[in-house]
């Protein structure tokens, strides 16, 4: 019972740790570009929802519909602005740009928020609980879950099934290909990151009502969705979400073994991964 | 140069350091078909390459009907009504056949093209595309890969096709069927710019032809009446000989 229990929470962990893989593994599927600056937009995203929040008192929903387009918008000029000058064959110049980025991201936000830890008032959702079978399972990573799958679920048919989504997929196949059959790769880049960046808005109000965050807690978040998108192979939606699942479980798991375990565990399966299977559980060679 | 649909002035090329295309004069007007031959190396996909926007050039060396647009990225080359069948067939690997005309109609769409082609059509023209629809490309043979390459550029309506080397490695009763497709092309209204190592294929295919020699053009006339022997000697060097 208490594995199963470690297996539950395991995969409600991997409910947050997808909606941070997802925009991951979609930048890099489309455009190579390894985005160190990810969890610094999550922090970002997640201190401007706070100060919403406390400065209009608005609920965490409300908060999420107003810092979602947000999102979508500060992805798109980041892509406009920054990305589209770097990005290419060569992964390594989006790299340096994500890293400078990063950084300066870090430091806007202590300067404008200091260092503290803060969170967002979720109105008593946050420590609810509802019992299934013998098991409590909080109201909030049943919520997170829900919109993880529906997240993946929608971006999967986005791109299988739009006009938009497979103009993505050519110009992640064949980009000057895909510019002989009309395609504005630019263009297609701005709304990429945007969607990347604004599946962090979500990302952003259900962590922050989870717990603090702070300026510099953004590396972290970096590194939980980046082990996501290796374990369950660089490029795919679907993937990014298994690998998600994987994390959060061999976390939940390790836990339980010893408090300490938990989130080496995690490392320790992402280098296992990438030891025995570079391309990822469910990646394409 | 009036009734020309695209016509080139001077045009010159680069990879770097390296000059592929030496000052190439060349015309081609509304439902003409031209062939382009060569031999290896000679700058004929560069050519191809520079007319779609693929390499720098300079505005006043590539002209559309009469407008100069050299340099114009290769998007906006689509959408003025330029396609191109590239080298090597360029196909979106991962997706199926569908997906990959797709792609193309989408584009059309957004672009706001409008022509005779249609998936229906394009079906009617290569049966075996409709039969392979949900199959990923990358597993269908080369002449089927072709048949999807030069699909996907009609299905960007153009009113100029450029094609290069789609006989490249087929075997001859594809060849065949590739190339009677090109008639109905025509029938389109469609001028076709047609690169082709095959000398007997091209004359047939076309109502002029170029022969191009290390970036320069040695070689130009009516299909019909350029000989066998002005041709060997347009390919492997002599003087310029206009017949
Ligand atoms: N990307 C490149 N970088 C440098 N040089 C190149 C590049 N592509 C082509 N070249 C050079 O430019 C010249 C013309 O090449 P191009 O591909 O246009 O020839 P081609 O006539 O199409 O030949 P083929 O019949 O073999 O396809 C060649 O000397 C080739 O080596
Ligand atoms: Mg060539």
New interface residues.
Partial sequence: MQWFDALVQGVLLGGMYAQYALGMALMFGVMKIVNVSHGDLVILLSLVGISLASSFGLGPFTVMVALVPLALALGWILQKAILNKVVGEDPLPSLIATFGLSLALQNLMLQIWSANSRSLPGGGIESRSIEIGGIYIGLLPVIVLVFAIGLTWGLDLMLKRTRFGRALRAAAADVEAAAMTGIDARKVYASATAIAVGILGFAAVFQSLRSTVAPADGGAQLIYAFEAVIIGGMGSIWGAFAGSMVLGITQAIGFRIDPGFGVLAGHLVFLLVLATRPQGLFGKV | MSGAILSTHGLIARYGDFQALYGIDFEIDAGEAVALIGANGAGKSTFLRAL?G?LPVAAGMVRMEGTPIGGT???RM??MGV??V?EGR??????SVE??L???M??????G?KGGWSLQRLHDLFPILKEKARTPVQSLSGGQQQMVSIG??LL?QPKLLLCDEISLGLAPKVIREIYAALPEVRAQGTSIILVEQDVGLAKQASDRLYCLLEGRVTLTGPSAEVTRDAISQAYFGGSHAVV
């Fill in positions: 779609m693929l990225a290769t998007d689509v959408q396609a191109i590239p360029r196909l979106f690997a991962g997706m997906d990959n797709r792609v193309a989408d584009q059309a769409e957004r672009l093209r996907r550029a960007c």
